[in-house]
DNA sequence: ACCATGACGGTCA
DNA sequence: TTGACCGCCATGG
């Protein structure tokens, strides 16, 4: 998961190997606090988080790296959706 | 073993 | 289009 670049929950828990176990991966992001998730949206390119908890901080972080936000606040996924877990 | 929590995902009304 | 519900996986009490 290069930087730029955004993965859904269901994207990362298919690598995983569950491609239903998004919940596992919310598990593990609010456990492990040393994961790029600030580059982790929901199926819609949009930040889960609710404003006050860190959404902002996300945006943030995701404009930083390039990444732009459309009308809603939403990822264009075909665009800065991450692509192939195996390789790249 | 059962229930509750979590930044989800998909379907149905 | 939006809101609500159910199903999904993993951990903690």
């Not at 606090?33 to 982790?40: A, F, G, V």
């Not at 819609?44 to 732009?68: F, H, T, W, Y």
């Amino acid at each position: 998961m290069p930087a730029g670049r955004v993965a859904t929950y269901g994207q990362i828990a298919a690598a995983a190997g569950n491609p239903r176990a998004a919940r596992a991966v919310v598990w593990v992001l609010r456990r492990r606090d040393d994961l790029p998730w600030h580059r982790i949206v929901n199926v819609g390119g949009g930040v889960s988080l609710r404003a006050g908890d860190g959404r902002e901080r996300q945006c943030a972080l995701l404009e930083a790296e390039g990444i732009e936000f459309g009308a809603d606040e939403r990822i264009d996924l075909s665009r800065y959706g991450w692509v192939a877990p195996l390789g790249r």
